[in-house]
Each structure stands twice: as C-alpha cells, then as structure tokens.
C-alpha cells in the first residue's frame, strides 16, 4: 500500500502523516535526498544496517530529489512492493499530475488552505477598505491566526523580491501564473511599504517568541495593517 500526503495546507498534512506515524510500534522514518535505493532495499528487506519493518514514513521526497530517472527509479520501486509494505509519503507541498502519476495505484490524500486565505492575501494593498477587514475575519476564523500569519509573511516576502527585482529560489518555483499575479500586487506597494510590511511581521514573530508581546497575534496584524493604510 501506497499513501501519499501532500497539499499546501502543510499542518493538516503534517498532522496525518504523524497520526499515521504513531500508529506503528517500530516505523521507519527516512528523508528525501538522504538515502539511496540500496538502503530502500536494506529497509524493506531486513539488511544489516537496518531493522526490518513493514511501515515506511519518507518525508520531501519529491522536494529534495529533482532528478526525473532518480524519482522514476524511487516510484517505480514502490509500485513494486506495494502489495508487501506500508508506505506514506509526505510532502509540504502540492504535487503535480506529473508527479502523482510516478505512482497511478497510490492512495492520495491532499490538504488543500482555506480559499478564504487566499481571498485575503490577495486583497492587500495599502488602500482600507471594509471588504478586506471581512477578509481578514474569514481567513482567520477558516484557517487560524498562526496559519494566516505563516502565509502573511511568506506572501509579503514574495511580494517584496519581486518588487525590489530580487532573484530568489521561492520566486522560480512558481507558475507563471501566480508570478504574474504577485508581480501585479507588488506593483501597488512602494518598496518602502513592503519593507515595513516584512520588518513588523519580523518584529512580530520575535515579540512572540520571546515572550514579549503585549498584544494577540490577531490584534499584532491589525495593527501592522493599519500602520500600512495611515502612510
């Protein structure tokens, strides 16, 4: 048996793989990029370097291994001793077709955020308006203030690189669709906006961390907000 557990909605995911995880007396837990098909033989089979188990936990194999005759040469293998072993997969991310079809006869369960998080991420721009106070009060009360604030700071990021011309790797992993969408938002903003945004969510996050916050993570954002449409 095959299970592969992926979606953007990482902490759901996460969680079921950890579920799935706890349910085996022994499992054996491998990451991506840190193993070879030699060892996958040695896990399954009882090899000298490993206990035998019947319940495989990988983690980010799809992130960490990018070569196409690796990857076929990982997927091929599970379909091979499906009928014989328990394997889950795990990814922080979305697979694509091409991906999931690497293994046709795998149970897929895939976590997908809220798409009132999205409407939300979407909304901002340094105009106040009432419909992005509504946004923001759905997104949080869908998907949670911590999970909002995680996208909120990966989203203003992207946002800020593409504004300041910055080449990095989170920007060439995206479609050219949502690069095309960012870059529109980003042109809305000054360059200094969107510094602001990034240093008080960084403020925020350290407040948080070390104890001294004084106000709620909702209440931190509003706040960060606010400063952004007074400007």
Known sequence: MITIIHGDNIAASRNTFIAEKNKVVS?????????????LTQVL???MLFSESTHLFIEDLFGKVRKKD????????????RDKY????????????QQLGLMKNATVELFRLPTSLFSFLDAISPKNTEQHVLRLAKAVA????????????????????????????????????????LRAQASVFTTEQLLMLHSGLFTIDKERKTG????????????????????
């Open 27 to 39: 499992p054996t837990v491998l990451r991506g990029g840190e193993f070879t098909l030699t060892d």
């Open 45 to 47: 089979e009882g090899g």
């Open 70 to 81: 690796e990857l076929e040469a990982y997927t091929s293998f599970f379909e091979k001793v």
């Open 86 to 97: 328990s394997i889950f997969l795990w990814e922080g991310k979305t697979l694509t077709k």
């Open 142 to 181: 869908d998907s949670g203030e911590e999970m909002v604030f995680t996208m909120l700071v990966r989203h203003i990021r992207l946002l800020l690189s593409l504004r300041a011309g910055a080449d990095i790797d989170e920007v060439k992993r995206l479609a050219s669709w949502q690069t095309g969408k």
């Open 212 to 231: 001294a916050a004084s106000l709620p993570l909702r209440a931190s954002i509003d706040f960060l907000l606010l400063r952004l449409y007074h400007e």
